[in-house]
C-alpha cells in the first residue's frame, strides 16, 4: 500500500520515534504499511497524556447526551469508512473481503450501542437507611485504561472495549496487535474528526513486548482489558495484580458444536462448517470441536466432509472466497504441527491437512479429522486454524461431559429440536454464551467473555460499562447529629 511510515497517536497528535515495523500481507506476502515502533517511553508518554486528559477533564464530566452524540458520529464514520478500511484489515490480516465488510457493520453497531449506555451511567440510592440517613452509590469511571488487542479481529475487538470505556468516562491508552495496526490507528483519528477530546484516546504500536508488558504493569494505569491468547492473559493479570488494577481478560478456546441426531441436520451442517471455517478458524469462539450423536456420526461426517470440499480457499480479496490467508509462519507452523501430532495419535485425517502449493502466501485447506478421542491434543488445545475434530457421544450427559472435558469456557453450541436437551445442555455446559439452534450470532446487547481459562469479565451488554468503572458509597447525615461517642 504505502512505504509511509504511519505515527503513533498520543494527546491528538502524531508522534514518531526512529525505528518502525512494517506489516506484510498474508495473502501476498507483500509490504502493507510501515508503523511507528513505539518503546517504554512512548508508553510512559501516552500514559500521561491519558492521566492528564482523565484528571483535569473534561472527559470524564462530559453529559452522557453528548458522549452519545459522539460515539454516533464514530459509527457513522466507521460506516463511512468501512470499504477502506475493510481492505486495510483484509491486507494485513489475510481474511476474506466479504467478512472485514460485515466486520466494519458490526464495529459501527458496537459503537452505537455504546452510545445509548453513555446516557445510562448511573448508581443507587438508599432511603432507608434510618430517618437521618441517606446513602448514595456513585458510579465513577474507572481511570486511564490500558488495551492490549489481537491479530485476528483488530477493528472489531477495540470496539468491544473502546466506546464502553468512553461511554464510562474514562480515558485510553490502546495497543494493537504488532501485525494489525492498521485500523486501531485509523479508529483514534476518526474518533477525535467525531470530537473526542485529545489524550482521551492514545494508540501505541509495537511488540507485546516491551511494549504491551510495559503498559500492563504501568502503575499510572487504573485498570486493563486485554484479549488475545491464555498463556499472555495468565502473565497480564500476574503483572496488574502486582500492582492491584482492574483487569478483564477475553482468552482462548476450544468450544464444542454439539449435534444431536433429533436436529435440524441440514441447517446444523451450515453451522458446523462455517462455525469452523470462518475466518480461517482463527477464531476463539471457532467451533473446532464437533459433537456428534453415534447414531448419526456416519452420514453427518459424510455431509461435512462433502461441504468443506466446497470452500473457496485463497486470495481474501476476492469477493467468492470463503477462507483467507493464515496470518504468519508460526502460526501455520502450529497448525500443520497440529495436523502432523493428530495423525500420529491415530486420528483419522479425513479432509485437507495440506498447505496450499500457491506462489504467494500462506494458506491451509479446509481440514476434518474423525476418530478423535478426547484426550488427544486435536480435541483438547486451542489450534487456531481451519480443522475440525470430531467425536462422537451416545446419551446428553456424556454430550455434557464431554463438552466440558477442557480447561477452556468461552462458547459453545447445540443442535436438538428437543427443549430439555436443548436446556440441560445449556445449564450445564460451563460456558460463557450458549447458541441453541444457531452458532456465533453476536450482539451489542448480549454479554460475552468466558469461564475458566477463557477469561474474566464480560464485554458487551449493558453490563460492559461497569467493567470501566468503580463504586463510591457517600453516606449523608441529615439535621443535628444526636448521640456523642463519648
Ligand atoms: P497474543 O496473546 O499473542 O497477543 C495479543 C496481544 O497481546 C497483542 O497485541 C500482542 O502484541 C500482545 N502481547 C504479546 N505478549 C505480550 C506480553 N508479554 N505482555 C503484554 N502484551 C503482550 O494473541 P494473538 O496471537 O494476537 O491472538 C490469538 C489469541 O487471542 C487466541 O488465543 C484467541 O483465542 C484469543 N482471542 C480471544 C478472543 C476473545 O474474545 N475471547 C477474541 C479474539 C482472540
Known amino acids: 500500500m504505502t512505504t509511509d511510515v504511519k505515527p503513533l497517536w498520543i494527546n491528538g497528535e502524531s508522534v514518531l520515534t526512529d525505528e518502525c515495523l512494517t506489516t506484510v500481507s498474508p495473502a501476498h506476502d507483500t509490504p502493507v504499511a510501515s508503523y511507528t515502533l513505539a518503546g517504554p517511553s512512548e508508553v510512559d508518554i501516552a500514559i500521561a497524556a491519558a492521566r492528564k486528559a482523565f484528571d483535569e477533564g473534561p472527559w470524564p464530566y462530559v453529559k ?41 457493520k458490526a464495529a459501527s453497531y458496537l459503537w452505537q450501542y455504546a452510545a445509548t449506555l453513555a446516557h445510562n451511567v448511573h448508581g443507587d440510592t438508599y432511603n432507608n437507611l434510618g430517618k437521618n440517613k441517606l446513602g448514595l452509590v456513585l458510579r465513577e469511571p474507572a481511570g486511564v485504561v490500558g488495551m492490549i488487542t489481537p491479530w485476528n479481529f483488530p477493528l472489531l475487538i477495540i470496539s468491544q472495549k473502546l466506546p464502553f470505556a468512553l461511554a464510562a468516562g474514562c480515558t485510553v491508552v490502546a495497543k494493537p496487535s504488532e501485525l494489525t495496526p492498521g485500523t486501531t490507528l485509523r479508529l483514534a483519528e476518526l474518533a477525535a474528526e467525531a470530537g473526542v477530546p485529545s489524550g482521551v484516546i492514545n494508540v501505541v504500536t509495537g511488540y507485546g513486548n516491551p511494549v504491551g508488558s510495559h503498559l500492563a504493569a504501568h502503575a499510572d494505569l487504573d485498570a486493563i482489558s486485554f484479549t488475545g491468547s491464555t ?132 494458506f491451509v485447506e479446509p481440514t476434518v479429522f474423525e476418530n478423535v478421542a478426547p484426550d488427544m491434543a486435536l480435541a483438547r488445545e486451542e489450534i487456531f486454524g481451519p480443522v475440525l475434530s470430531i467425536l462422537p457421544f451416545n446419551t446428553r450427559d456424556e454430550a455434557i461431559d464431554l463438552a466440558n472435558d477442557t480447561c477452556y469456557g468461552l462458547s459453545a453450541g447445540v443442535w436438538t429440536q428437543d427443549v430439555d436437551t436443548a436446556f440441560e445442555f445449556s445449564r450445564h455446559v460451563r460456558a460463557g454464551t450458549i447458541w441453541i439452534n444457531c452458532f456465533m450470532d453476536g450482539y451489542a446487547e448480549l454479554p460475552f467473555g468466558g469461564y475458566r481459562d477463557s477469561g474474566l469479565g464480560r464485554e458487551l451488554g449493558r453490563f460492559s460499562v461497569d467493567e470501566f468503572t468503580e463504586l463510591k458509597t457517600v453516606q449523608l447525615h441529615l439535621g443535628v447529629r444526636a448521640n456523642s461517642w463519648l
Open 64 to 104: 452522557g447526551r453528548d458522549k452519545a452524540i459522539i460515539l454516533n458520529r464514530v459509527a457513522a464514520l466507521i460506516d463511512e469508512n468501512a470499504k477502506l478500511l475493510a481492505r486495510l484489515e483484509t491486507l494485513e490480516s489475510g481474511k476474506p473481503i466479504s467478512q472485514a465488510m460485515g466486520e466494519m
Open 231 to 362: 498463556v499472555v492473559g495468565r502473565t497480564i493479570a500476574a503483572r496488574a495484580g502486582h500492582n492491584l488494577k482492574k483487569v478483564s481478560l477475553e482468552l482462548g478456546g476450544k468450544n464444542p458444536h454439539v449435534v444431536f441426531a433429533d436436529a435440524d441436520l441440514d441447517a446444523a451442517l451450515d453451522a458446523v462448517v462455517f462455525g469452523v471455517y470462518f475466518n480461517m478458524g482463527e477464531c476463539c469462539n471457532s467451533g473446532s470441536r464437533l459433537l456428534v450423536e453415534a447414531r448419526i456420526a456416519r452420514d453427518f461426517t459424510e455431509r461435512v466432509i462433502e461441504k468443506a470440499r466446497t470452500i473457496v480457499t485463497g486470495d481474501p480479496l476476492d469477493e467468492a472466497t470463503k477462507v483467507g490467508a493464515i496470518i504468519n509462519q508460526a502460526q501455520l507452523e502450529k497448525i500443520t504441527a497440529h495436523i502432523q501430532e493428530g495423525q500420529e495419535a491415530g486420528a483419522r485425517l479425513r479432509l485437507g491437512g495440506n498447505v496450499l502449493p500457491t506462489a504467494c502466501g500462506r
